[in-house]
């Protein structure tokens, strides 16, 4: 036993020491981590979004969004949205315009039934968007509360 601990060098011995004392010292309490995890972060139920104890809804969650990607999504997913709002106001203004002009000119209905219906899947399309936009910013959020990282 004498022998082996005259024949290992120091450098080994202060290398395996720091390896064993290095993960604890440099590791983030897991408590803190969670703590952050459950107060600072948002979470997507539905049409609203939850933050520690709060529920917030999608006009609510503009504060939020302080970096420059992460205010950028949002100005995005916000743009689609609005877009998906009018042209959903468009559609039921064509499919109800469409319905009053067909007892008088069928063909006239039956194209702003059509332009309706196209209307609607394009609401679709932007309201699908942004919410896809918007989860990539929430997501961005919550890492760069996590792990401190801005970008």
């Excluded at 933050?51 to 006009?59: A, E, M, P, Q």
């Excluded at 100005?75 to 042209?87: P, Q, S, T, Y």
Aim: glycine share 8%; aromatic share 10%.
């Amino acid at each position: 036993m004498k022998y082996i601990f005259q024949t290992t060098s120091p450098f080994l011995l202060i290398l395996v020491l720091n390896f064993c004392a290095t993960p604890t010292a440099l590791a983030q309490s897991r408590d803190s981590l969670l703590k952050v995890y459950n107060n600072e972060t948002i979470q997507t139920f539905g049409k609203y979004f939850i933050k520690g104890t709060k529920r917030l809804s999608f006009n609510e969650l503009k504060p939020e969004f302080s970096s420059g990607i992460t205010k950028d999504l949002f100005k995005k997913a916000k743009g689609d949205r609005v877009l998906g709002g009018v042209f959903t106001v468009a559609a039921i203004g064509a499919l109800i315009t469409g319905i009053i002009v067909k007892k008088n000119n069928n063909g006239l209905g039956a194209l702003l039934s059509g332009t309706a219906i196209g209307l609607n899947l394009g609401s679709i399309h932007f309201r699908n968007r942004s919410s896809e936009v918007l989860d990539r910013a929430i997501w961005h959020r919550n890492k760069e509360i996590l792990f401190d990282v801005k970008e």
